[in-house]
C-alpha cells in the first residue's frame, strides 16, 4: 500500500527563463506506470541548473519549471508495473529522468543519447522543492547542496540505489559531478601511471576528476588559477599545479612535466572557456 503522500507541495518555481523563481504550491505529481514518485530529503545545486533558468542549452525547457537533478529521498509511491525499489528504498534522482530503454543507445549504455531522453529539472519538473538551508559543497567552489522535503517523479529504471550506511549529503555532488568526472577518467584510456591533465581542476567536476584519478592510479597535473585552487587540488592528489593566470606558456609548463617532455596521455576538460578546448589536443602526446 502506497504511504501517505499530500496532494499539494511547496516547490520554487521558474515561469520564465531569465527570471527569478516563486516560492509557491503546486500539485504533488502522480507516478506513471513505470516510475516511482520520491519524497526528496536533499538536493545539490549543479551549474546546469543555471543553464535552466536562463533557458541556455539548446533542448526547450519545460515551463513553468521545478529546477534540480541532484535529488535524494525516499520512495513513498510506485507505478503499477515497478518491481523495485520498492516503497521505503533510499534512492537518488539524477540527470536522466526517463528513456525509452529499448533503442541501441539505451541498450550500449549510452541513455543519454536516447531521442526520447527526458531530463530531471529541465524537462521534467526537478528536485529544488522547499530549500532550508545553503551547505558547502564538497569541492568548496559552484556545486553546493540543499535540504529539500517534497516530492519528484523519476522512471524506476533511473532512480539509483542508495546505501543506506551513507548521509544524503555526502551522495548529492556525486549524482551529477561525480557521474561526469568518473565517466570522464574511465574512459580517457589513460593506464596506471600515465599522466593526465586536468583544466579546471578546482571546480566541482575538476576536484572529482583528480580525485577518481588518484584511485585509478594516474598522476595529475591539476591546471587552474589562485592559491585557494591550488591547496585544494594538492588535497585531492595533484601531483603538479599549474596556474593559468600566471603561466607564461601552459603548453610548455604542462609538457615539461611529462615523461620526457612529451605530453599527458589524457586531458580532463572540466572549465567551459575556448582557449583550454583548443590547448588541450597541444598537450598531449599525440599532438606534441
Not at 57 to 63: E, Q, V, W, Y
Not at 66 to 90: T, Y
Not at 217 to 244: H, M, N, P, W
Request: proline share 4%; charged share 20%; with cysteine.
Amino acid at each position: 500500500m502506497p504511504l501517505w503522500t499530500p496532494t499539494k507541495q511547496w516547490a520554487q518555481v521558474l515561469k520564465q527563463t531569465g527570471e527569478g523563481v516563486t516560492y509557491e504550491r503546486i500539485p504533488v505529481p502522480k507516478p506513471a506506470t513505470d516510475e516511482v514518485l520520491v519524497h526528496i530529503q536533499f538536493t545539490g545545486f549543479c551549474h546546469t541548473d543555471m543553464n535552466a533558468f536562463n533557458g541556455d542549452l539548446p533542448i526547450s525547457t519545460k515551463l513553468p519549471l521545478v529546477a534540480g537533478h541532484e535529488g535524494l529521498g525516499i520512495v513513498v509511491a510506485c507505478g503499477a508495473k515497478v518491481k523495485d525499489p520498492k516503497e521505503g528504498a533510499r534512492v537518488g534522482i539524477m540527470w536522466i529522468n526517463r528513456t525509452c530503454l529499448t533503442c541501441a543507445f539505451c541498450l550500449g549504455g549510452e541513455e543519454r543519447l536516447c531521442e526520447q531522453a527526458k531530463f530531471t529539472g529541465y524537462t521534467v519538473d526537478g528536485t529544488f522543492q522547499r530549500a532550508t538551508s545553503i551547505v558547502k559543497s564538497l569541492s568548496g567552489d559552484r556545486a553546493g547542496a540543499y535540504d529539500a522535503a517534497e516530492y519528484a517523479v523519476v522512471q524506476a529504471a533511473h532512480a539509483v540505489d542508495i546505501p543506506g550506511d551513507v548521509p544524503f549529503e555526502k551522495i548529492a555532488p556525486l549524482l551529477c559531478a561525480g557521474l561526469t568526472a568518473y565517466r570522464a577518467i574511465k574512459d580517457c584510456g589513460a593506464r596506471k601511471g600515465n599522466i593526465i591533465a586536468v583544466v579546471g581542476a578546482g571546480g566541482g567536476v575538476g576536484s572529482m576528476a583528480l580525485q577518481f584519478a588518484k584511485l585509478k592510479g594516474f598522476r595529475t597535473i591539476a591546471i587552474d588559477t589562485g592559491e585557494q585552487k591550488k591547496k585544494l587540488c594538492q588535497k585531492y592528489g595533484a601531483s603538479v599545479f599549474i596556474d593559468f593566470a600566471t603561466c607564461e606558456d601552459v603548453i610548455h609548463a604542462v609538457r615539461s612535466e611529462t615523461d620526457d617532455g612529451l605530453g599527458a596521455h589524457a586531458v580532463i576538460l572540466a572549465a567551459d572557456r575556448q582557449e583550454p578546448i583548443q590547448q588541450a589536443t597541444e598537450v598531449m602526446i599525440s599532438f606534441k
